[in-house]
């Protein structure tokens, strides 16, 4: 029930292109789904996030797509950069009690040049 | 706005020392900060929470009496890992939630530390 599924590992893309990760999860109560990008090293930085009341933001390149009713939600990149290259985090968490994320095991992307 | 730092950034150590590692929000209040464990290609593994003025709260199989965690003020958290061993080697992230959670910050957003590397030798 608090897992959250992220595909997939890895991923490779050509300059330009779209990159798309998906992630699924289980748990009906969960009501914020950000997306964090890690460099080697680094911690991990807010890209964009999305509640169940839409059903896609769009902020930049970066794209939310969320489906309640199969419980998944993806992120697209779109016109995909070198400079795009790390490791994505989906995660899922309720806005009210503890404020835990659960975390996506991660998809490293690399956008050739 | 919404930085936070963590210090020391790299922290090498003999085996059975302690290791203090600071957490600090440097433009906002956070009651709630998390501690999270990052193994090479792997994801973050939450080890636990820490709450301002009380004890915190540890996730399942972390040791609360390797792991010491005091959250002083609504602006630092500090994570000791006590004796440490080769096995503690690894990349220690925090994050902070900011108190209001206003307008400014959606929801309960976790902004994260650049991370510490910890190596036990």
């Known amino acids: 029930q608090q897992q959250v599924k992220q595909s997939p590992q890895s991923l490779i893309v050509q300059k330009g292109g779209i990159s798309i990760i998906n992630c699924a999860y289980e748990n009906t109560a969960f009501d914020y789904f950000p997306w964090y990008q890690q460099f080697p090293g680094k911690g991990p930085a807010l890209l964009i996030a999305?509640?169940?009341?839409?059903s896609e933001k769009k902020e930049g390149r970066f794209t939310i797509s969320f489906n309640k009713s199969a419980k998944q939600f993806s992120l697209h990149i779109m016109d995909s950069q070198p400079g795009d290259s790390a490791t994505y985090f989906c995660?899922?968490?309720?806005?009210?009690?503890?404020?835990?994320?659960?975390f996506g095991t991660g998809t490293r992307l690399k956008v050739l040049a | 706005g919404a930085v936070v730092s963590q210090h020391p950034s790299r922290v090498i150590c003999k085996s059975g020392t302690s290791v203090k590692i600071e957490c600090r929000s440097l433009?906002?209040?956070?009651?709630?900060m998390f501690w999270y464990r990052q193994f090479p290609k792997q994801s973050l593994m939450l080890m636990a929470t820490?709450?301002?003025?009380?004890?915190?709260?540890?996730e399942q199989g972390v040791e609360k009496d390797k792991f010491l965690i005091n959250h002083a003020s609504l602006t630092l958290s500090t994570l000791t890992v006590t004796s440490a061993h080769p096995e503690d080697s690894s990349f220690y992230i925090c994050?902070?939630?900011?108190?209001?959670?206003?307008?400014?910050?959606?929801?309960?957003?976790?902004?994260f530390g650049p991370g510490t590397r910890l190596t036990v030798l």
């Open positions: 820490s709450n301002e003025g009380s004890k915190a709260t540890y």
């Open positions: 999305i509640r169940p009341d839409v």
């Open positions: 433009d906002f209040q956070a009651t709630t």
């Open positions: 994050s902070a939630v900011p108190t209001s959670g206003g307008a400014i910050w959606a929801y309960n957003e976790q902004f």
């Open positions: 995660a899922a968490s309720k806005t009210s009690g503890t404020y835990k994320y659960i």
